[in-house]
């Protein structure tokens, strides 16, 4: 019995010996045959690396997005998602366009970016931190003073400043809703040519004296607040509801007094136009639905022998349904905010159209220029051009009203 003990032991230890010598030769650190190790390969970074929001809002562009690149350019600059789209309505807009967060780029086919539009906000903003969102005040503020150009005219939605003259602000309900940058825009050109802003900021001022102030015009009519205007008989132009008021200023001992009214039905703004160095004429803007039609009609008046002649009148742009369908908008969805130049002896619409989608999501885009002549009482219409033309009283207070035609 014990030999055979002796023996299992004698076995079991010589089988054990040859696990304990594989064990111990693993745990040895493993030596290279010769030389020193492998280097270590960083990769190269990828090809694109792109901006990530917020973006410097400045004169050239929005970040990365650059006015005057070519649009495939801008194309190849971003993650295979977006594409180009058309952003098309007959008579109204007709672009190629890029969207990205919050962000529209668009120019014509095959051409440079001309626009760029800011959407959300938290996407762009400027140095001093004006975004979308921010109110009136800060913005003029932060850019001002307002710039003004005698013969440039626009909605009051709208937005200029004299630090970015090439970007327009729209406004609504104090705030801005959305900004759009333009390149190479006519109107912008001559609104820089004949700078002239609000208050005295020391730079050059209108070529017609506006000097009179909304006190100078009390007594007028109540109720309506008068811009200065040179129109050779009156020197204020306001509105009250659809009326166009023009006014003499009080001087001395003479009392402020309106000079002549004139209906513009639909009447939505109204303000004063230099002609010639220290001539005005009026421009009116209104908005009428006809079944629906909606047409945004622009109507020059010239004050001759105490009336106000209508000396052009056009309907510059219509949307209806159908033309709305071509952006995936409803009609009631669509805003138009106008601006009007002198070029020559014509007159130049042109402005912003603001979508507001039903799921939130908002886009603006340029109007098409629409050449309106100023000769005759019917206005001729030639459209488009190349370049983007780029924001009540009493009855018996105000009664006296004149037909249509006067």
Known sequence: MRCLLATISLLAAALAAPACSSRDSSSQPSRYDAGPPPRRVIGAPPRHVRALPPHAIGVEGVGPYKLGVSMSQILSTLPS?????LLQIPGVLDYTVVRDEGLLVGGERQGPATFIAIVRQSI???????SVGSPLEAVEQSLGP???APSVVRDPALWVGAKLPNARFVIGEGRVIGVMLTGGSATSAAMVAQVAVDGDAGVPAARCDRSASARDFTGAAAGVTFAAACLGGADGVGVAGDLVVVAAKSAGDARARRVAT???RGLRWAAPIEIDRGRDEIVAVAENRDGDVRKFTVVALRLEGGKLVRVAESDAYRLDEQRAAWIGAT???LALHLVVRLDGDELVAGG?????????NRELAPLLPVTIRRRGRTAEIERPRVEAVDAGVDDDTVSERTDAGD
Do not use: F, N, Q
């Open 146 to 148: 307002t710039l003004v």
């Open 331 to 333: 009609l009631d969805e």
């Open 124 to 130: 762009a903003r400027t140095e001093a931190g004006i």
């Open 81 to 85: 998602g977006p594409r180009m789209a």
């Open 352 to 360: 912003v159209l603001v979508h507001e989608g039903r799921s939130g």
């Open 262 to 264: 004139t209906e513009v």
